[in-house]
């Protein structure tokens, strides 16, 4: 089974209906079907619970949504911070953090809606939502 790392982005545009949420949606829905294994970084966790709680403004419509994500999703977490800070390849360290957790997961796959972010790591694909899907039907 793969295993996926979803970037904060990625579900962000599921949950805000922005510009992969229909992707996004997919992906998901592989993860609840039991056909790939989904991660996302702790920290997206707290950055999610964030947002929700501005765009939607009702604590218990938010605390369902998280709980739903987390059924779904497997949050991990990042245990070398300094070679995230340190690795030059990424001019955004946050990108970085997340990069490095899916590292440390073993994912076979990073999914992004910012890719140019990600232009000098050869490690681990890094694909779009849309990218992925087409690679993963395509297996």
């Known amino acids: 089974m793969s295993k996926v790392f979803i970037d904060t982005n990625v579900i962000l545009d599921h949950a805000l209906g ?8 997919k992906i998901l829905t592989l993860a609840e079907k039991g056909k790939i294994r989904c991660y996302i970084s702790t920290g997206a ?8 709680e501005k765009a939607i403004k009702d604590v218990e419509k938010v605390r369902e949504k998280l709980s739903l994500y987390l059924t779904l ?6 245990y070398n911070f300094e070679k ?5 390849a990424f001019d955004d360290i946050e990108d970085a953090f997340q990069f490095y957790t899916a590292l440390h997961t073993g994912c076979d796959f990073f999914v ?4 140019k972010d990600f232009k000098k790591v050869e490690i681990l694909p890094v694909l779009k ?5 087409q690679q993963f039907l395509d297996m």
């Open 18 to 25: 922005r510009a992969f949420a229909d992707e996004a949606e």
């Open 112 to 115: 992004t809606a910012n890719i």
């Open 45 to 52: 966790v707290y950055t999610l619970a964030y947002v929700l």
């Open 129 to 133: 939502p849309d990218e992925f899907l």
């Open 73 to 78: 999703v497997t949050p991990a977490s990042l």
């Open 84 to 88: 995230a800070i340190s690795d030059k």
